[in-house]
């Protein structure tokens, strides 16, 4: 099975943090945290269409005067989801630039604000000078983002500060055999796509579908694809080490295929950790572990250990256990 996410990380675990997921055959890539992205290239920034910030420490949010700069002259929307001072921190953002000569600019900001309870969605337009608009408030359970291809999740912890984790995935996987496609005449072409979207979306099996100026029937092609379980993936970072952080934390990436986490201190750190609402590198492993994970990956050092990372990954591996 083709995975649909395909990811980036820095270039080492004591960069800014942040996962860039691009979705497979579609000309947009999701974002997890806006750290130092300049290793991203400007037509992956591009592809960004929904961005979904942690919490908005420098470390975490540095990022997104990059970001707004690629796409400044886009017509799809940018998508901004994060903590309930998100959207605060967008419009300081927008705030610090001068804004007279946009009016024609297509950029549209959404920003979503969750605070454990509900979205508050909020609005800056390029046409109008990225002045705040209000748009809604809407209850939730942490789901932020749905859409045919997959859903975002989000959990409420802490870091000292409100702090977002997530989880993204697919509810289900399609596969298509080409060489059945092929024994039945048939040419491999969009008309694919438009199959995997009607099947995501249960049309009825005498649905029809147009190949190659032929119409067909759903259940004609059915045998040709073959539907199991999605791909989910969860990423977490910068979270105080709390029972209450744990539980919630370990909920949300329970049966993950993998878990990209903070290791932030060695447990002989641990109350550095505590001090600096920071899980340790034990902590990392043993949630990963008790959440059932298949891959663990860490994601954000302390430098104090930038001479020997190799012994914070030990440690989250060795309590992992897998």
């Not at 960004?48 to 400044?72: K, S």
């Amino acid at each position: 099975m083709e995975p649909i996410f395909h990811f980036r990380l820095p270039k080492d675990v004591f960069e800014d943090p942040f996962l860039f997921v691009r979705i497979l055959r579609e000309r947009r890539a999701v974002q997890f945290d806006l750290g130092d992205i300049s290793v991203l290239t400007p037509s992956e920034i591009y592809k960004i269409t929904d961005v979904f910030v942690t919490h908005t420490h420098i470390d975490h949010f540095i990022g997104f005067d990059a970001l707004l700069r690629v796409a400044l002259r886009r017509e799809t929307p940018l998508n901004i989801y994060g903590p309930p001072n998100i959207t605060a921190c967008v419009a300081g953002k927008l705030r610090g630039y001068e804004w007279n000569l946009i009016r024609d600019y297509p950029l549209v900001i959404n920003a979503f604000s969750f605070n454990g309870r509900e979205i508050l969605h909020s609005v800056f337009r390029a046409g109008n000078r990225f002045r705040r608009e209000t748009a809604g408030r809407t209850k939730s359970d942490g789901t932020l983002l749905i859409n045919p291809l997959f859903r975002v999740k989000a959990a409420k912890l802490s870091h000292g500060t409100a702090c977002l984790a997530y989880r993204i995935e697919e509810e289900f996987h399609i596969n298509i055999d080409r060489d059945r496609v092929i024994r039945k005449g048939l040419e491999v072409g969009p008309w694919l796509s438009r199959l995997k979207n009607m099947l995501r979306e249960n049309a009825p099996p005498d649905s029809p579908l147009e190949v190659s100026g032929k119409c067909y029937r759903i259940a004609e092609l059915s045998d040709i694809a073959t539907i199991r379980e999605g791909q989910k993936i969860c990423f977490a970072t910068d979270i105080a080490l709390t029972r209450k952080n744990i539980a919630a934390l370990t909920e949300l990436a329970r049966g993950s295929d993998i878990l990209f986490c903070e290791a932030y201190y060695l447990e002989r750190d641990r109350e550095l950790a505590e001090r600096r609402f920071h899980l340790t590198a034990k902590a990392c492993g043993s949630t990963a572990r008790n959440a059932g994970v298949k891959k663990l990956v860490v994601t954000h050092v302390s430098p104090k250990y930038r001479d020997h990372p190799d012994l914070v990954i030990r440690e989250a591996m060795d309590e992992f256990g897998r």
